[in-house]
């Protein structure tokens, strides 16, 4: 597709599960991001790959999250013993390169944690 | 900590008004965007202003960027239903890169028919 693609569009889960959130970037885009947005709030920085490596993940909240991108192209966001506060719409974007100014979102990934 | 203050938080509005929404801080950013968000969809960018004072112009919409780069505003003129959406700031701190965007809480707008 021409745009972000992240995959479940919706997870519904129980306390303490683990989980893994995925998203395809648009093709040739070097930078990828994750963000956290919780209701009534705007997005929250989580985790910055540039290519393969994580240049910036200062905004993971803890040591449960984890995210990768083994070949510099699509993620995997992954949360370990999921808690309730975890609930949230988790979006991933991507740009062409580090500071070209634009990030394309994808439709994120609505997380429930019940 | 928020950084990034947005007034009013909800506007709701008839189409063909006029309004202004605001997004505050105490902080200088380097470059300062404007995104649109929809139900269920991420964030869209409108605009990104990175010079004190800059105005810049997309159709009905105006957004102007403060002397200080500490604000910004978005003014849109005759409002229409299709304008409805959160309409988030976003502020890059840091400078150079724009990765680590800081995000205000966004203004919820409804434009009604």
């Known amino acids: 597709g021409a745009g972000v693609s992240q995959t479940p569009s919706n997870k519904v889960t129980e306390k303490g599960k683990y989980v893994e959130l995925r998203c395809d970037p648009i093709?040739?885009?070097?930078?990828l991001y994750w963000y956290r947005q919780s209701l009534g709030q705007g997005p929250e920085f989580l985790i910055y790959?540039?290519?393969?490596?994580?240049?910036?993940d200062s905004g993971l909240p803890n040591d449960r999250f984890f995210a990768v991108r083994p070949e510099g192209s699509v993620s995997t966001l992954k949360i370990q013993r999921t808690e309730r506060g975890d609930s949230a719409v988790y979006l991933c974007?991507?740009?062409?390169?580090?500071?070209?100014?634009?990030?394309?979102f994808g439709e994120g990934s609505r997380l429930t944690v019940l | 900590t928020q950084l990034l203050e947005q007034s009013p938080q909800f506007l709701s509005i008839q189409e063909g008004e006029n309004l202004t929404v605001y997004c505050n801080s105490s902080?200088?950013?380097?470059?300062l965007q404007w995104y649109r968000q929809e139900p269920g969809e991420g964030p869209v960018l409108l605009v990104t202003?990175?010079?004190?004072?800059e105005v810049k112009k997309l159709k009905r919409l105006t957004f102007q960027f403060g002397d200080a780069r500490k604000d910004s505003s978005l003014h849109i003129t005759a409002a229409q239903p299709g304008d409805t959406g959160l309409y988030l700031c976003?502020?890059?701190?840091?400078?150079?890169?724009?990765?680590?965007?800081?995000f205000g809480k966004g203004t919820l707008l409804t434009v009604n028919p």
């Open positions: 974007a991507s740009s062409p390169w580090t500071g070209s100014g634009e990030l394309f």
């Open positions: 093709s040739g885009h070097t930078a």
């Open positions: 790959f540039q290519g393969t490596g994580a240049a910036d």
């Open positions: 902080s200088v950013f380097s470059s």
């Open positions: 202003v990175v010079t004190g004072g």
């Open positions: 976003a502020g890059n701190v840091g400078g150079g890169s724009n990765y680590k965007l800081t």
